[in-house]
């Protein structure tokens, strides 16, 4: 089951987004962004739109990340309307 998770990446960047583990092979892309946002100045933009329109696979390794939490309410609620 996905989960809807705060991710902190090794680079700053705070993302919220639905996300699970896959099987891969050592050294590849392990976990999997589903409709991920980016929070930026209190906002919420879709993570990598100017670049894709893929939005409900986009994978990235667990090394990338630095910490996973639970969203505040708001902030959930703000993203599931989003993503309605």
């Known amino acids: 089951m996905d989960e809807i998770q705060i991710i902190v990446l090794i680079d700053g960047t ?13 050294g590849e892309p392990d976990c999997r962004l589903i409709n991920p946002y980016q929070l930026r100045d209190g906002k919420l933009d879709a993570w990598l739109s100017q670049l894709t329109d893929n939005t409900d696979s986009i994978m990235i390794s667990s090394d990338k990340i630095l910490t996973l939490v639970d969203p505040k309410e708001t902030l959930l609620n703000d993203y599931l309307s989003l993503i309605q």
């Open 14 to 26: 705070i993302l919220i987004s639905k996300i699970s583990a896959v099987v891969s092979e050592l």
